[in-house]
Nanobody
Framework: VQLQASGGGSVQAGGSLKLSCPARRIILSTFISSRMAWYRQAPGKQRELVAELSSGGSTNYQDSVKGRFTISKDNAKRTVYLQMNSLEPEDTAVYYC?????????WGQGTQVTVSS
């Protein structure tokens, strides 16, 4: 499985960004049955879970992003998304997409999100 995250950038506080992560080398049925997630890592901090989407469609968010971020996926495009609204300087980090299949966890390269006050 190959993942390629994109969509990061620099925005001012209150702005929005949408991250995308298309998955390659994965068959559709595996993509549909996989758990999807976004993690982030700020400088000097450990990588942390931001949002996750189960194969059944249930979602879970870090408390600090609830109501602002939305994780979703498009099975036909084999792509997972993270819509980020009302961004805050504390959201500044490198964001990573993650796919968990029956054979393991797969990570994309990160995409930088920088939010200025």
């Amino acid at each position: 499985v190959q993942l390629q995250a994109s969509g990061g950038g620099s925005v001012q506080a209150g702005g929005s960004l949408k991250l995308s992560c298309p998955a390659r080398r994965i068959i559709l049925s595996t993509f549909i049955s996989s758990r999807m997630a976004w993690y982030r890592q700020a400088p000097g901090k450990q990588r942390e879970l931001v949002a996750e989407l189960s194969s059944g469609g249930s979602t879970n968010y870090q408390d600090s992003v609830k109501g602002r971020f939305t994780i979703s996926k498009d099975n036909a495009k084999r792509t997972v998304y993270l819509q980020m609204n009302s961004l805050e300087p504390e959201d500044t980090a490198v964001y990573y997409c993650n796919v968990e299949t029956g054979s393991g966890h797969y990570w994309g390269q990160g995409t930088q999100v920088t939010v200025s006050s």
